[in-house]
């Protein structure tokens, strides 16, 4: 179950079994902006010789998909 700062689900799915159905939320918003941001934030680590931690490359990729669904949310009614 995702929490409400991370945004919907990015990939969610109705599975039918058997006459039933389940929901599979799928990744959270917040970590699938995270995983397609992060190549571009190793990149920019790696380009300025900080290359830092690997904490350090997680932190940045969250920080920057934290912004994203901030600035989606301004454009939601």
Do not use: W
């Not at 409400?4 to 929901?23: I, M, N, R, S, T």
């Not at 931690?53 to 998909?65: K, P």
């Amino acid at each position: 179950m995702t929490r409400p700062d991370e945004g919907a689900a990015a990939f969610p799915q109705a599975l039918k079994v058997e006459e039933a159905f389940f929901g599979s939320e799928g990744m959270s918003l917040r970590d699938y902006f995270a995983a397609q941001a992060l190549p571009a934030v190793y990149a920019g680590h790696h380009a300025t010789g900080l290359l830092g931690t690997t904490e350090a490359i997680a932190a940045d990729a969250y920080q920057l998909a934290d912004a994203m669904l901030a600035e989606r949310k301004k454009d939601t009614p």
